[in-house]
């Protein structure tokens, strides 16, 4: 959990801090690649749901998530939301 709030903080910061928080999200677009229910499991529980509560962190995440993370994200918003 600590990571995560790191990534937020730096999210927050603005453009000086986005080099680390693009790499992190290179890392979870890769894992996305091997498709597998378990890893999506986890970037879902592990990344996703501490991103989908806040507006800057989803804007974030849609810009630098692959086609299938945000679908992901987007699954996740839904859920949260209610609408699933």
């Known amino acids: 959990m600590k990571g995560m709030k790191f990534m937020k903080k730096r999210i927050k910061r603005g453009k000086k801090d986005y080099g680390h928080i693009e790499k992190c999200f290179q ?3 890769e894992l996305l690649e091997a498709n597998g229910p ?3 499991n986890l970037i879902m529980v592990g990344f996703l749901e501490v991103l989908s509560d806040e507006d800057d962190s989803i804007a974030f995440a849609r810009k630098y998530l ?3 993370g945000v679908c992901l994200l987007d699954e996740n918003i839904d859920y949260w939301n209610g609408n699933i």
Request: charged residues 20%; hydrophobic residues 35%; glycine residues 0%.
């Open 27 to 29: 890392f979870i677009n």
């Open 38 to 40: 378990r890893i999506h």
């Open 66 to 68: 692959s086609h299938d």
